[in-house]
């Protein structure tokens, strides 16, 4: 926990540095803008490859994006379920059968660890990437100019953005309106449904995945440990990798 409040107290004063440097007379710039805990850079250099993209098959692009209404409104269902099921669990006698569905912040170091903390960034970067790119190219199948694209950074996390024209997204018909908001959606699931796809197949671990790994045996790496558990007793720490556990005077190794 002190590390979890050195490390957000580090963030928080990196942040401020940040603004008060933004905010010199001689030095002070409008992008990227600058904010308490936030920053964003706007471009218009990716209108034109969003455009791009957009008008090759856009009869396609146009049922993918269907699909992506459908899509929208099953997470929507899927959310009310959920927190349906938790405010019932919140009234419900605490030995009811019903289980909650837990929604927990990412705290670094509290319910992340920081060694699993840049692999959460990275994947929160290509979700968001994805998810933007999406709405920007749904956005210019439906004739919806863009104002601008660009990428934010919010206290440590990285994302993009794209911003529709507002009066030009007016014009455009509900049905539009709605491919729109349902692409970004959309695109996040087939993400995953590939990576699932690419895990389950027989060839697709071993080919595409597994060469980025050490594949020979070298213990159980150690990435985090309770406080007042025997290991942490023990002096095992995140970091080591235990290669054998001794037993009755016998070593016998990890394989």
């Known amino acids: 926990m002190d590390d979890s409040i050195t490390f957000l107290l580090l963030i ?8 008060g440097i933004s905010r010199i007379s001689w030095f002070k ?10 920053a964003y850079y706007r471009t218009l250099k990716l ?4 455009s791009r993209i957009a008008s090759r098959g856009g009869f396609l692009w146009r049922v993918l994006w269907d699909i992506g209404i459908i ?14 099921i938790n405010i019932i669990m919140f009234f419900l006698p605490k030995t009811s059968d019903v289980t909650p569905i837990a929604v927990t912040p990412v705290i670094p170091g509290v319910t992340i660890s ?16 994805v998810h933007e790119f999406a709405h920007g190219i749904a956005a210019r199948t439906e004739k919806v100019t863009l104002k601008s694209t660009g990428l934010f950074v919010f206290l440590l996390f990285f ?7 507002e009066e030009s997204l007016k014009q455009s018909s509900n049905r539009s309106k709605m491919r729109i908001m349902g692409a970004g959606g959309l695109a996040n699931m087939l993400v995953v449904f590939l990576l699932l796809v ?11 995945i597994a060469g980025l790994y050490q594949t020979a045996p070298s213990g159980v790496l150690v990435v985090n440990t309770e406080a007042n558990a025997p290991a942490n007793q023990a002096g095992v720490v995140p970091g080591y990798v235990i290669t054998g556990i001794e037993a009755d005077g016998e070593f016998f190794e990890i394989f």
């Open 114 to 129: 920081f060694q699993t903390l840049p692999y959460f960034i990275v994947a929160i970067m290509i979700a968001a990437l």
């Open 47 to 50: 209108n034109n490859i969003i």
């Open 71 to 84: 899509a929208g409104l099953g997470i929507l269902f899927t959310g009310l379920v959920v927190f349906s």
């Open 12 to 19: 928080g004063f990196v942040w401020i540095i940040l603004i």
């Open 198 to 208: 690419i895990l389950i197949i027989p060839i697709g671990f071993p080919l595409l």
């Open 159 to 165: 994302g993009a953005f794209v911003e529709p024209n």
């Open 29 to 38: 710039v409008k992008n990227p803008e600058v904010g308490l805990g936030f």
